[in-house]
């Protein structure tokens, strides 16, 4: 059963930091891109960042570029997103999503601004940035 497990998420003020982490299981996690996308009430879901393996390629959207940091752990099948200098409208509950890498996701601008034909989703970890 493949899983994608989002954890870090939590309140925090403007100007302050957060990691979150998304945990790969059931997946060839060196054939598989992953992205983090994601969506606050009212509001479409939103590209945050992409981390494709076969090339070392990033993507961070227009929104959060300089503040945000993708990485990952290959040994632990985990990808992080460090966020920094968070803002009140960064709200949102965020999201991990899988994609192989054969449809280079992270180069697709559908799949990389809006997920569509990602693979599989985790759940979703909340992050509220608020005084």
């Known amino acids: 059963e493949v899983q994608l497990v989002e954890s870090g998420g939590g309140l925090v003020q403007p100007g302050g930091s957060l990691r979150l982490s998304c945990v790969a299981s059931?997946?060839?996690?060196?054939?598989?891109?992953i992205g983090w996308f994601r969506q606050a009430p009212g509001k479409q879901r939103e590209g945050v960042s992409c981390i494709s393996k076969s090339d070392a390629f990033t993507f961070y959207g227009d929104s959060v570029m300089g503040r945000f940091t993708i990485s990952s752990d290959n040994d632990k099948q985990t990808v992080y997103l460090q966020m920094n200098n968070l803002k009140p409208e960064d709200t949102a509950v965020y999201y991990c999503?899988?994609?192989?890498?054969?449809?280079?996701?992270?180069?697709?601008?559908?799949?990389?601004?809006?997920?569509?034909?990602?693979?599989?989703w985790g759940k979703g970890t909340q992050v509220t940035v608020s005084q």
């Open positions: 999503a899988a994609a192989r890498e054969l449809w280079a996701p992270c180069h697709n601008h559908p799949m990389r601004l809006q997920g569509n034909g990602m693979d599989y």
């Open positions: 059931g997946i060839s996690f060196d054939s598989y891109s």
